[in-house]
């Protein structure tokens, strides 16, 4: 039975600081392209960072929530929904009011609405997950924020049954959608696998998930989520439609399920694993996606920490980062994954002298493992 050490705490969190604070430049929400391979380099290297000034590169609303959900564990022993959205709340408004040298850049645009009626209301038991359901007419938000942060909720939980009651819960404090809490859920899981495996193989990897997937979005007992994607799209017309529009359509409708999702990452993986394909990147984005939605950013994360696995750990933020589009969320959950698995001394120094909090946040790991090994 393995036990992981108290590093690979530290590079669970550290991981996912160096993938928000490097990875926040690179963002953008438009449909274009990649990006080349070149420019990330150039501007993040371990040489070229090397010349900044320590803690320079800001974190944003990824860590800064974050922060809070650790905290929260911390203070609480349990996940406690109301202690979680009250820090959630003080950290946005503080923050807000130049506590903390200034605005904190990205928040979502919904989630804002959400601080706002909890600091207006209050929050107390009753009321604290009211907010998350009502919006976008009931359905909640389906954005990847419950999933950004559910990190150290891996960290925390001592099984795979735990780890889906508490990440479903934080998740549905601001994200109600299923898309919403189960994009927080997958990423939970991937991340508390990557701690607790000691030598993983991709193929297994995958295999459990989708099993654990499967059950927790209960495929056999909704019909829309029997339909393929095939079987979605050939019940309308997108002719006019870009591919990266397709992938959009799908991954915001109904039939939309991680499980689906996690069987085109297992082919895509034999394809550069055991077929020996070139890597096409416009593929990958057409195939997964990489926007704002749990739906696509999870399992872009996931991809990307397989698909990089025997890498230089470099690698793995820099082909995350060449996805484009939401490369800060992106980076954080992949970088989570690689640091619970290889640990914080597998890092460049660099990179984590520049991120701002690293100190913090390093200890924020080593306290999980203590709460966790008392
Ligand atoms: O999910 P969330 O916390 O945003 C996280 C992202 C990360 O990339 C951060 O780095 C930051 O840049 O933002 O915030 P939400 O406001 O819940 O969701 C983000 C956006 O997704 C919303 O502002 C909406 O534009 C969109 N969205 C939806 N649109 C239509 N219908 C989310 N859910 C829906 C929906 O159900
Ligand atoms: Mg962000
Ligand atoms: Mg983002």
Not at 44 to 65: C, H, Q, V, W, Y
Not at 146 to 151: I, L, S
Not at 265 to 277: C, D
Not at 335 to 363: L, N
């Amino acid at each position: 039975n393995y036990k992981p050490c108290v590093d690979q705490f530290k590079g669970c969190l550290v991981g996912a600081l160096i993938g928000d604070c490097l990875g926040a430049p690179f963002e953008s929400n438009s449909f274009t392209g990649g990006i080349s391979m070149q420019r990330i380099t150039n501007l993040i290297n371990p040489l070229k960072l090397e010349s900044k000034r320590e803690g320079s590169k800001r974190f944003t609303d990824d860590t800064a929530m974050s922060k809070s959900v650790s905290y929260s564990l911390i203070h609480c022993g349990k996940f406690d929904p109301v202690d979680m959205a009250d820090r959630f709340t003080k950290s946005f408004f503080d923050e807000r009011r130049g506590c903390a040298g200034g605005v904190r850049d990205g928040y979502g645009g919904a989630v804002r609405e959400i601080f706002s009626l909890w600091a207006r209301n209050g929050i107390n038991i009753e009321n604290v997950y009211k907010p998350s359901i009502n919006q976008f007419e009931g359905k909640g938000s389906y954005g990847n924020g419950g999933a950004m942060r559910v990190a150290s909720v891996a960290l925390f939980s001592k099984s795979i049954e735990e780890c889906v009651e508490n990440a479903r819960g934080s998740a549905t404090l601001t994200h109600a959608h299923r898309n919403g809490y189960n994009g927080a859920i997958l990423q939970c899981l991937a991340v508390y696998k990557a701690l607790n495996t000691e030598l993983i193989c991709w193929r297994k990897f995958v295999h459990e998930l989708i099993e654990e997937m499967r059950k927790i979005e209960d495929i056999e007992n909704n019909d829309k989520l029997k339909l393929t994607k095939e079987e979605f799209l050939a019940e309308d017309d997108y002719e006019d439609f870009s591919e990266e529009e397709i992938l959009s359509e799908w991954t915001r409708s109904e039939s939309f399920s991680f499980t689906k999702q996690l069987r085109v990452i297992e082919e895509l993986l034999t394809e550069h694993y055991e077929n020996g394909k070139i890597d096409d990147i416009e593929h990958v984005i057409k195939l997964i996606g990489r926007d704002i939605t749990a739906a696509q950013a999870v399992t872009a994360a996931v991809y990307c920490f397989l698909r990089t696995l025997n890498e230089p750990i470099e690698n793995t933020l820099y082909y995350t980062i060449s996805l484009g589009g939401d490369t800060d969320t992106i980076g954080t959950m992949c970088m989570a994954m690689v640091g619970a698995y290889r640990g914080s001394d597998q890092f460049p120094k660099s990179w984590i002298r520049v991120c701002e909090s690293h100190q913090e946040i390093r200890t924020l790991g080593e306290k999980l493992y203590e709460q966790k090994n008392r």
